[in-house]
């Protein structure tokens, strides 16, 4: 490793410190490409972006381009954006409809299902007529499989199913889904996109960090005043929690079962939402419905790069050692049109152009970034609320919103990759 050759990745990772070299040495970042990004199962997109058959969008596994696509039998594929020829990107639009894909550079032509379909000038190729084409497609991601809509990918070809990756965490996805009155999410709002000259782990520890909001976040808290200053305060009942595999939460119920109101987590009350309160009660009985409506959606990171925050879906894509970007979209509940438009609105308000929720993190981000190469001290301290930390009756760590059990969580996972 270059700048730290003595240490090897475990010695800098340690119960409640790690070493500042893993956020900014390329060879590490390497590593992490080969270990993690294209090994794991990572989040792709969800099936509801590709509603009919030969839908296509563009997404990523990290910093490598791939195509989603339902493919024309319906079943959905992750393609490598990358000709078989000579490397060129395939398919230069963002998202569209196609039966086939043809290269731009010397026109090879692809079924949607990634196999080779015909080469451009078949005559200089030697038994055209007759040459297996089956080694010349676009190479598919060996492993895909959904959860509830949400669609991952993994380059190993073997490894843990993405239930045993999920485990407990896949239970936050469920509630995610069960504030619709359908069951169901859409993912239908468009995507921001936000570059950060940072390390990607920066922000994967930084969504589940409830420690920070209460002070980088406090200017928007102060002109929100919708009572989230208090989720995060130092009196708070919200909990941080760990689910092991890298996936962590800030479960912020205790906290709206105290207030005891439907619809405070999302900072509107029922009365403005009539549309969606009388579907919600429909579905699943007023009882229900009250329940789910008070607990609202959760605050979760699902490792590498999915992170629910309540009302937006984020997924983060490294590029580079010091640059990530963070694609941001407003959830969107089937079946639930009053209460979509409001999670467009506060999204805009929040992460868009002119929000400055995602600013102040950024800045964060970049002045950690900066901060973290210095010489002495080159440790970074995550030993908040050790003491206090306890197994819950499911058996994960939780301890106080405000510690850094997530993050914790977050390295011992991450060590527990890079060196297996
Ligand atoms: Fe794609 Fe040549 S690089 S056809
Ligand atoms: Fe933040």
Redesign the pocket.
Known sequence: MSANSHLDIGDRIQSNRVHGSLYHDEQIFQEELERIWFKTWVYVGHESELPNNNDFIMKSIGPQPIIMVRDKSGEIQLLQNR?P????Q?CVKQKGNAKLFT?P????TFANSGELMGFAFPEGYEGHETADKSKLGLAKVPRVASYRGFVFGSMAEEGPSLEDHLGGAAEMLDRVCLTSPEGEIEVTAGFLQHKTRSNWKFLVENETDGYHPAFVHSSIFGVADSGIGALYSNKSTALARDYGNGHTEIDLRPEFRKADVPLQWFGTTAERLPDYVASMNAAYGEKRAREIMIDGTPHAMIYPNLFIAEIQLFVIQPVAVNETVQHVTALQFKGAPDLNRRMRQQTMGSVGPAGFLLADDSEMYERTQRGVQSKNPEWLFLGRGEQREYRDDDGFRVSHATDETPSRGIWRHYRALMEA
């Open positions: 000709c020829h000579r490397g060129n395939v290269c550079y010397h026109s090879w």
